[in-house]
Nanobody, 122 residues
């Protein structure tokens, strides 16, 4: 199983980025995927999660209304569209996968990808 996160970068406050998480080695339509982030000196926190069919979606309150999680099951890829970015969104973003229903708890996930750095300047 491999998860490959990409799309991070440097953006000004108020800008947008789209992260991608390509998943291989799992039956993707039955795979829940979550995005998490860890800021320097802070604990890892949940950002968003999406179920295998794309209907079940959940967001952390800190990103609700600004971030959108989606997936393309023909490409085995999950996306995180991040709009209205704030300096406090600066972190390393990770995607994680679980065979089944995802949650916003990181203990739910079996597989993790490497992170992608997002930096939001003020």
């Amino acid at each position: 199983v491999q998860l490959q996160a990409s799309g991070g970068g440097l953006v000004q406050a108020g800008g947008s980025l789209r992260l991608s998480c390509a998943v291989s080695g799992l039956t993707f339509t039955r795979t829940g995927v979550g995005w998490f982030r860890r800021a320097l000196g802070k604990e890892r926190e949940a950002v968003a999660a999406i179920g295998g069919g794309g209907v079940l979606r959940d967001y952390a309150s800190s990103v609700k209304g600004r971030f959108t999680i989606s997936r393309d099951n023909t490409k085995n890829t999950v996306y995180l569209q991040m709009n209205s970015l704030k300096p406090e969104d600066t972190a390393v973003y990770y995607c994680a996968a679980v065979f089944g229903i995802p949650t916003l708890s990181d203990t739910r996930y079996t597989y993790w990808g490497q992170g992608t750095q997002v930096t939001v300047s003020s």
